[in-house]
Structure formats: C-alpha cells, structure tokens
Nanobody, 123 residues
Framework: QVRLVESGGGLVQTGGSLRLSCAASGRTFSTNYMGWFRQAPGKEREFVASIAWNAITTVYADFVKGQFTISRDNAKNTVYLQMNSLKPEDTAVYYC????????????????WGQGTQVTVSS
C-alpha cells in the first residue's frame, strides 16, 4: 500500500517559518515529480510547488516564489517544503502529492496524496 505522510505543520506567528516533510512508503518516487498543494478554508485546493526526480527542476506558484523552497531526498523517499516569512493568508491544509513524470501543476496528474497537515499563521 502506497502512503504519503505529511508532518511539520502547526501554529506559527506572522513572519515565522515551518518545514513540512512528506515521507512516502510502499513504492519509490525516484522517477516522478512530487509536489505540494494547499487548501485554505472556503477555497479550492491550489498548487504550491513541485520538484522533479532529479531534485533540481522545480516549479513554484507565483504567490510563493522566493518565500517557499521545495526539496527532496530520494534516498529517504521524502519531499520537503521550507516555508519562510509566513503570512496569515498562507493558512491552509497542505497536501503532499506524487506521481507525474512530466512537469505539471494539474491536480489530476498526481495519483498519490497524503492526508494533509494544517498550517495556521496567526497575525
């Protein structure tokens, strides 16, 4: 059974930082993109960032460029999201996803999803 398990969410003040982790088990994603999406209350889920199997090619949503950094460790089958300078509007459930073999921001291209981790940024 394939599982993606996120951790690292929590409550942080404006301007603070968090590092999310997503550990995959059940299969390796060393030839796939892995990514992060988020869903704020009352809003649709949106793409945040993704990273290719080479751990070099990355894609970011415009609203997080320069603020968030995605990385991965294929030996650990884990993807990370370093979030800095957090703002209240970053409050959301953050989901890890995996699957695509090409660069994409489409949710439907990601066949594997974690259960989500809550990030709350207080003002």
């Amino acid at each position: 059974q394939v599982r993606l398990v996120e951790s690292g969410g929590g409550l942080v003040q404006t301007g603070g930082s968090l590092r999310l982790s997503c550990a995959a088990s059940g299969r390796t994603f060393s030839t796939n993109y892995m990514g992060w999406f988020r869903q704020a209350p009352g809003k649709e889920r949106e793409f945040v960032a993704s990273i290719a199997w080479n751990a070099i090619t990355t894609v970011y949503a415009d609203f997080v460029k320069g603020q968030f950094t995605i990385s991965r460790d294929n030996a650990k089958n884990t993807v990370y999201l370093q979030m800095n300078s957090l703002k209240p509007e970053d409050t959301a459930v953050y989901y890890c996803a995996a699957g695509p073999t090409t660069r994409t921001v489409r949710e439907s291209a990601y066949g594997y999803w974690g259960q989500g981790t809550q990030v709350t940024v207080s003002s």
